[in-house]
């Protein structure tokens, strides 16, 4: 694929699929409603195929969270008209991307066809172009778009169909060979629903967090942080059987130059950063011992890359996944001298990961993980099932209904059962079945609010089915295969299929865990989030981002590391006071990397973010962690992404300090260099009070203690003890300038530094 989509061919491509959006929305509920799906009972003049779809459907949309009135029977159809539009859109722009590349293929055949062969085969079978081209990538993706999905059988309206293929062909080919355009497709798919939800002030719950807290992710950030973890691994293990390479008198691109990986046209670690080590003798802050990678060389992970695991707890459209899929392949060639194919289909299979709040973001992460291995093949080969899963699915059903599935698969799909004497056992397959079934009920009822922190040892303690999830997902598969199962209990099995993937996923433990973790401060929280963070992370519960880094280390084991991208104030904030004292005292920092604002190459998210790399194990005797700082000095203009991205790379200087010095700053502010052994102003002074009137009894008031404020009465911001909404806000100050009440003819009124009072 070619370079990133310039900033003309994105903004078009956001333009494009907003509209298609609108078209495809519009499109699925005019062909809803036709179907009545939205009504109580199905039209009279429906076919019996028509009416078995709309039985498909409701389930589908009430399985999706739609709404269904007991006594009228009428059912909302909101959430299932968005599936039935993105399902369409989707299936034709994979489609696009898969022929523009090469790798849409024929499945009689097996043979690679053009977009312009499709056509021809249409014309022949009598068949829409793009519907064709759409129906061999469902063929290609079963993991994405399942086998009889009802969503792809609804019919949309032939216009809307129409305006879909017109906005479609009217992007140029180079969107569809850029290497960053299908992380940008749900972005863009999201982008208005996030403006409104934004704008509305709400607090964010289950069905605004993922618009909300979705984030492209610059590929610097992915490169920066696998290239100082694994990276830094391999390096490390280079460095120990090669140690005349530490000793000479070399620099960083050297090192790196002799850390490149060569199967397969080769892999540079551009940003693994490298450090000298001290010895005695050494001038304060010259080191000039042997070098080592900067972040460490990760002394407890496994020694061969075929037994690392790697997972992305919120992977979105899959840019770590991606990243980690071309270096592990050439690592592992490297390593075991596997053929390319061969290298693939292991990783696909034994190292990479992933979870996914928004079921929809993780089709796409599947999409680009399956797109890239085909690119690297050459040709679309076979793949395994790929170790991706939606964390953020709920039963939206009760326990009873749920586990009724169980009951259903044993009646009507054959299920082998086993009698004892008394002729009383249940088959062999409903028991663990319904016991399954009820777990999965448990876990995932709060899944659409929290996703991947959901912790399975936790919420199911003492549940001895709790480790059998790739049983539960094969008994469900075998129900899912006899079809013997009705409409509504099909949809519950599906779902749970996938929640006992994610929750084999969400079970496990990983030797490196690697993210962008969603951003939300707890003010912007709906209450169940709030909740959830009180019950399980009090010490981070002031951002979904802290909350994240706390769930992670229970990944890890006990040598696991997470390289992570979070909001930069949690390492200076006073109300993070408590987790920085946690985890400077028990997880090893290994490098912090602060970005600042304009780390992102979109002005819509001007984040202060840093990248963290830190290791479950508690940090040895005077373990020294690495810092580097790309952000720009107070009252400077912001440096610029790419900007950053360069000092990364090696420009920008990179210092080292003891962690352990870390706790004796103020508040365990987290700070580049040590703040040194001079006295504080404290020491010296007393701070006896802030800004303030000399007599605010008399002209301070609260705004409602006023009948209206005007010429005479301003607002005042204030300090605050605790953070509260509108905190500071209450004050109003008199200012007349002139007359009997005016602060300047008032006695005893002291005006200090002669300045305005606001």
Same mark, same amino acid.
């Given at each position: 694929?070619?370079?990133?989509?310039?900033?003309?061919?994105?903004?078009?491509?956001?333009?494009?699929?907003?509209?298609?959006?609108?078209?495809?929305?519009?499109?699925?509920?005019?062909?809803?409603?036709?179907?009545?799906?939205?009504?109580?009972?199905?039209?009279?003049?429906?076919?019996?195929?028509?009416?078995?779809?709309?039985?498909?459907?409701?389930?589908?949309?009430?399985?999706?969270?739609?709404?269904?009135?007991?006594?009228?029977?009428?059912?909302?159809?909101?959430?299932?008209?968005?599936?039935?539009?993105?399902?369409?859109?989707?299936?034709?722009?994979?489609?696009?991307?898969?022929?523009?590349?090469?790798?849409?293929?024929?499945?009689?055949?097996?043979?690679?066809?053009?977009?312009?062969?499709?056509?021809?085969?249409?014309?022949?079978?009598?068949?829409?172009?793009?519907?064709?081209?759409?129906?061999?990538?469902?063929?290609?993706?079963?993991?994405?778009?399942?086998?009889?999905?009802?969503?792809?059988?609804?019919?949309?309206?032939?216009?809307?169909?129409?305006?879909?293929?017109?906005?479609?062909?009217?992007?140029?080919?180079?969107?569809?060979?850029?290497?960053?355009?299908?992380?940008?497709?749900?972005?863009?798919?999201?982008?208005?629903?996030?403006?409104?939800?934004?704008?509305?002030?709400?607090?964010?719950?289950?069905?605004?967090?993922?618009?909300?807290?979705?984030?492209?992710?610059?590929?610097?950030?992915?490169?920066?942080?696998?290239?100082?973890?694994?990276?830094?691994?391999?390096?490390?293990?280079?460095?120990?059987?090669?140690?005349?390479?530490?000793?000479?008198?070399?620099?960083?691109?050297?090192?790196?130059?002799?850390?490149?990986?060569?199967?397969?046209?080769?892999?540079?670690?551009?940003?693994?950063?490298?450090?000298?080590?001290?010895?005695?003798?050494?001038?304060?802050?010259?080191?000039?011992?042997?070098?080592?990678?900067?972040?460490?060389?990760?002394?407890?992970?496994?020694?061969?890359?075929?037994?690392?695991?790697?997972?992305?707890?919120?992977?979105?459209?899959?840019?770590?996944?991606?990243?980690? =899929? #071309?270096? !592990?392949?050439?690592?592992?060639?490297?390593? @075991? %001298? $596997?053929?390319? *194919?061969?290298?693939?289909?292991? &990783?696909?299979?034994?190292?990479?990961?992933?979870?996914?709040?928004?079921?929809?973001?993780?089709?796409?992460?599947?999409?680009?993980?399956?797109?890239?291995?085909?690119?690297?093949?050459?040709?679309?080969?076979?793949?395994?099932?790929?170790?991706?899963?939606?964390?953020?699915?709920?039963?939206?059903?009760?326990?009873?209904?749920?586990?009724?599935?169980?009951?259903?698969?044993?009646?009507?799909?054959?299920?082998?059962?086993?009698?004892?004497?008394?002729?009383?056992?249940?088959?062999?397959?409903?028991?663990?079945?319904?016991?399954?079934?009820?777990?999965?009920?448990?876990?995932?009822?709060?899944?659409?609010?929290?996703?991947?922190?959901?912790?399975?040892?936790?919420?199911?303690?003492?549940?001895?089915?709790?480790?059998?999830?790739?049983? =539960? #997902?094969? !008994?469900?598969?075998?129900?899912?295969?006899? @079809? %013997? $199962?009705?409409? *509504?209990?099909?949809?519950?099995? &599906?779902?749970?299929?996938?929640?006992?993937?994610?929750?084999?996923?969400?079970?496990?433990?990983?030797?490196?865990?690697?993210?962008?973790?969603?951003?939300?401060?707890?003010?912007?929280?709906?209450?169940?989030?709030?909740?959830?963070?009180?019950?399980?992370?009090?010490?981070?519960?002031?951002?979904?981002?802290?909350?994240?880094?706390?769930?992670?280390?229970?990944?890890?084991?006990?040598?696991?590391?997470?390289?992570?991208?979070?909001?930069?104030?949690?390492?200076?904030?006073?109300?993070?006071?408590?987790?920085?004292?946690?985890?400077?005292?028990?997880?090893?920092?290994?490098?912090?990397?602060?970005?600042?604002?304009?780390?992102?190459?979109?002005?819509?998210?001007?984040?202060?973010?840093?990248?963290?790399?830190?290791?479950?194990?508690?940090?040895?005797?005077?373990?020294?962690?690495?810092?580097?700082?790309?952000?720009?000095?107070?009252?400077?203009?912001?440096?610029?992404?790419?900007?950053?991205?360069?000092?990364?790379?090696?420009?920008?200087?990179?210092?080292?300090?003891?962690?352990?010095?870390?706790?004796?700053?103020?508040?365990?502010?987290?700070?580049?260099?040590?703040?040194?052994?001079?006295?504080?102003?404290?020491?010296?002074?007393?701070?006896?009070?802030?800004?303030?009137?000399?007599?605010?009894?008399?002209?301070?008031?609260?705004?409602?203690?006023?009948?209206?404020?005007?010429?005479?009465?301003?607002?005042?911001?204030?300090?605050?003890?605790?953070?509260?909404?509108?905190?500071?806000?209450?004050?109003?100050?008199?200012?007349?300038?002139?007359?009997?009440?005016?602060?300047?003819?008032?006695?005893?009124?002291?005006?200090?530094?002669?300045?305005?009072?606001?």
């Amino acid at each position: 694929m070619s370079a990133t989509l310039p900033p003309d061919l994105r903004s078009n491509f956001a333009k494009t699929i907003q509209k298609a959006g609108h078209v495809g929305e519009a499109g699925a509920g005019q062909a809803l409603a036709s179907l009545a799906v939205d009504r109580g009972q199905p039209y009279p003049s429906m076919s019996h195929a028509e009416r078995t779809l709309r039985n498909q459907l409701r389930a589908r949309g009430r399985q999706l969270g739609d709404r269904r009135d007991r006594k009228t029977r009428r059912q909302g159809i909101d959430q299932l008209a968005h599936e039935v539009a993105y399902a369409h859109w989707h299936r034709m722009l994979f489609a696009r991307f898969l022929a523009e590349n090469g790798l849409l293929t024929e499945p009689e055949s097996g043979v690679a066809v053009s977009l312009e062969e499709c056509g021809e085969l249409a014309r022949e079978q009598e068949e829409d172009p793009w519907t064709l081209a759409g129906r061999f990538a469902v063929h290609m993706l079963p993991a994405i778009f399942r086998p009889h999905d009802p969503a792809l059988k609804v019919p949309l309206a032939p216009e809307a169909s129409q305006r879909l293929v017109g906005l479609l062909e009217s992007l140029p080919d180079a969107v569809f060979t850029a290497s960053d355009s299908l992380g940008w497709t749900y972005q863009f798919w999201q982008a208005e629903r996030k403006d409104k939800i934004n704008a509305s002030g709400v607090k964010i719950g289950a069905r605004e967090l993922p618009p909300v807290t979705q984030l492209f992710t610059e590929r610097y950030m992915v490169l920066f942080l696998f290239h100082n973890t694994i990276g830094a691994w391999h390096a490390g293990k280079l460095l120990a059987e090669q140690p005349e390479l530490g000793r000479d008198p070399v620099g960083e691109e050297e090192l790196r130059r002799a850390a490149r990986l060569e199967a397969e046209g080769g892999y540079d670690f551009s940003y693994l950063r490298l450090v000298r080590e001290s010895r005695e003798g050494d001038e304060d802050g010259e080191p000039a011992g042997p070098w080592r990678p900067a972040a460490g060389s990760f002394p407890g992970w496994p020694r061969r890359a075929a037994e690392l695991r790697v997972l992305d707890p919120c992977c979105g459209s899959g840019h770590f996944l991606v990243e980690g =899929l #071309q270096l !592990l392949v050439r690592l592992r060639m490297d390593e @075991e %001298g $596997l053929a390319l *194919e061969d290298a693939v289909l292991k &990783v696909l299979r034994d190292n990479l990961f992933g979870l996914e709040v928004d079921p929809r973001c993780a089709q796409i992460a599947a999409f680009n993980l399956a797109f890239t291995a085909w690119r690297m093949a050459g040709r679309s080969i076979a793949l395994p099932p790929l170790n991706i899963a939606c964390s953020g699915q709920a039963p939206n059903a009760t326990e009873a209904e749920w586990t009724a599935v169980a009951e259903s698969a044993e009646a009507t799909s054959g299920l082998p059962s086993k009698r004892d004497f008394f002729d009383t056992q249940p088959s062999l397959a409903a028991g663990p079945l319904h016991s399954g079934m009820a777990a999965l009920h448990k876990l995932f009822k709060r899944a659409p609010e929290v996703g991947s922190l959901l912790d399975p040892s936790r919420a199911l303690e003492g549940d001895l089915f709790r480790a059998d999830y790739p049983a =539960l #997902q094969g !008994l469900l598969s075998v129900a899912l295969e006899r @079809e %013997g $199962l009705p409409a *509504e209990l099909t949809e519950r099995a &599906v779902a749970a299929r996938g929640m006992a993937k994610a929750a084999e996923l969400l079970d496990g433990t990983y030797t490196l865990v690697i993210t962008n973790v969603p951003y939300l401060g707890r003010r912007k929280q709906a209450e169940a989030i709030k909740e959830f963070a009180d019950r399980h992370f009090p010490v981070g519960k002031n951002d979904l981002a802290t909350m994240h880094v706390l769930r992670i280390f229970r990944w890890l084991g006990e040598h696991g590391t997470q390289a992570v991208v979070t909001p930069q104030n949690w390492l200076f904030l006073k109300s993070y006071k408590e987790l920085r004292g946690k985890l400077l005292k028990g997880r090893r920092w290994h490098l912090l990397a602060r970005l600042g604002p304009r780390a992102f190459q979109t002005p819509m998210w001007d984040f202060n973010v840093a990248l963290n790399i830190l290791s479950a194990p508690t940090p040895k005797r005077g373990w020294r962690m690495a810092m580097v700082d790309v952000s720009a000095p107070r009252g400077q203009q912001p440096i610029k992404a790419h900007e950053k991205a360069a000092l990364l790379k090696g420009n920008a200087v990179l210092h080292t300090a003891s962690q352990a010095e870390q706790l004796g700053n103020p508040d365990a502010v987290v700070m580049n260099r040590p703040i040194g052994k001079k006295p504080l102003l404290a020491e010296h002074g007393h701070g006896h009070q802030g800004i303030a009137t000399g007599d605010y009894p008399s002209f301070g008031r609260k705004f409602w203690e006023i009948p209206e404020p005007g010429s005479t009465w301003e607002f005042q911001q204030s300090t605050v003890r605790n953070i509260v909404d509108f905190g500071g806000r209450e004050h109003v100050l008199h200012r007349e300038e002139e007359g009997e009440r005016s602060l300047q003819r008032r006695k005893g009124v002291r005006i200090q530094g002669g300045g305005d009072l606001g």
